[in-house]
């Protein structure tokens, strides 16, 4: 049987009226970033909370709803109420009755560009994805790199359905080479007039226009069929996407909203995320870590000295930081012991630092990896977040891309949260509703 080809379908985005271009940049009058969030997974609850307080409209209001009102998220066993679900779902319907989000008049695909304050640019096509047949999930043209859990996939699709909407893409990377479809988004300026173009508070700017009409989206199509693509963020939507798919119930559900980058053209931002173990006095994960690895102090080291001690080390390596800052550097993990965690694992994948997380160190601490607590990018705000768990920072390096390559073509999955793609799309630029 053939491969089902990788295939973007225009749909109609459901967006802000008031995202006017120039608008924030200009008058003054809205300020259209204040509307825009992270991906669901990415902001702390504070930082969660802070968005919801930014703006009344802002789209965490519909991604993280279960900061709206704490004291019915869980049901004693960690699953959300419904009750979350169905107050994201009326507050969406409330925003189109009121015409603060409307759906576009003709199906588009949309491109999307991110310019970082450095001076780092993405730009990728948002379509919908058309998911392959259920029958034949081994031969998708869409591959997962990253394990995942069931409670979030059950959270973003029981969202999903009580909405009726997808509110955020999935992140998709694929090496198109400067492929036809590359060449259309990249020649987005002189094909029409920008739909949004606004700043995010982090100094990115973000562009968006629309490709109607059959002929643009028939070369589109064709240059991406015989492609595969790697989810870069977004495995638990996909996952949920999936379960949609199969349960047959939902109309629409044979496509998911995505986010496609060349990667060939627009090489991706690839970050860490650390973890918080709370609660975990650093000199005794040291003592336990010396069991199955060298560890040692880097006496009197700044972070940006322990970050370079960790680059330097070799893989894999991780960094041990106490809640006053002192760092301990574990390297030279025992090769049998690691192999004697993970059986089942190839050498790649017990060679990534996750996964030495993971199987070896956690287990010595009687932890989970369930029980750590993430933090995306910023080792500063790890070590911050040891202090108010009283607990130990371990700082992450990030994965190389032939890394990750190099796991997903052996068929395997790297473990949860080892890796964080960026530029990350912004939620709330478009959306999509289901039929």
Known sequence: MARPPLALAPFRGLRYTDLNVGRALDSGELDAAALLAPPY?????????????????????LTVPYQLNPTVRGDGAGRTSQVVYEG????????IGQGILA??????????????????RQRGLIGALALPPVSSPAREPVRPHEEVDHGPV??????????????E???????GGGGAATRVAEDAERRGRALVD???????RHRLWALTGPAVHAEIAADLAPRTALIADGHHRYAAYQEMHASGRVPGSGHGLAYLVDSDTHPPDLGAIHRVVPGLDTAAAVGAARSAARVEELTGASLPDAERALAGAGRPALLLADPSGRFHLVRDVDAAKAAQAAPSRSRTYRELPTAVLEHVLLPLWGYAEHQTRKVHDDPAKA???????????????????????????RGELTPRKSTSFGPKPRTGLVMRLLP
């Open 103 to 120: 759906q576009d008049p003709e199906p588009a695909l949309y491109v999307y560009e991110q310019t970082t304050a450095a001076g780092v």
């Open 169 to 175: 893409p999935v992140f998709l990377l694929y090496p």
């Open 88 to 95: 994201a779902a009326t507050r969406l319907r409330a925003w």
């Open 383 to 409: 070590v911050a977040a040891a202090r108010e768990e009283h607990g130990t920072a371990v700082i992450v390096p990030p994965l190389r891309v032939e890394q990750v390559y190099a796991v997903a073509d």
């Open 154 to 167: 059950l959270d973003r699709l029981r969202l999903t359905v009580s909405t009726g909407a997808h509110l």
């Open 41 to 61: 997974d990415v902001p702390g609850p504070e930082e969660a909370r802070d968005l919801l307080r930014s703006d009344p409209h802002n789209a965490a209001h």
């Open 198 to 204: 606004t700043r995010t508070a982090d100094g990115t």
